[in-house]
Nanobody, 127 residues
Framework: QLQLVESGGDLVQPGGSLRLSCAAS????????IGWFRQAPGKEREGVSC????????FYAASVKGRFTASRDNAKNTVYLQMNSLKPEDTAIYYC????????????????????WGQGTQVTVSS
């Protein structure tokens, strides 16, 4: 059974850093895309980053580009989101999600395709 478990959320001061983890089980990363989404109170869920399981190509939303970095460790079947220079507007519940790539070079930023979700982890950026 395909499962995703996020961890690493915390309270951090503006300008600080966090690393989120998304541990996958029931499937191997190399045939899937892994996306990172967030949802702040009163706002719609948005896709902020993703990484392709086969090509390792990545995507970043404009709001996080240059500050967030997605990576994966296939040996651990885990994907990471390194978040630096955090801002109060980054406060949200962060989710990882996945979909099976229809072919190896398919782009990971096709956000409506994501159909398997983790439970989320809270990130709060506040002084």
């Amino acid at each position: 059974q395909l499962q995703l478990v996020e961890s690493g959320g915390d309270l951090v001061q503006p300008g600080g850093s966090l690393r989120l983890s998304c541990a996958a089980s029931g499937f191997t990363l190399d045939r899937y895309a892994i996306g990172w989404f967030r949802q702040a109170p009163g706002k719609e869920r948005e896709g902020v980053s993703c990484i392709s399981g086969r090509t390792r190509s990545t995507f970043y939303a404009a709001s996080v580009k240059g500050r967030f970095t997605a990576s994966r460790d296939n040996a651990k079947n885990t994907v990471y989101l390194q978040m630096n220079s955090l801002k109060p507007e980054d406060t949200a519940i962060y989710y990882c999600a996945t979909f099976a790539l229809p072919y190896p070079s398919y782009y990971c930023s096709d956000f409506p395709r994501y159909n398997n979700w983790g439970q989320g982890t809270q990130v709060t950026v506040s002084s």
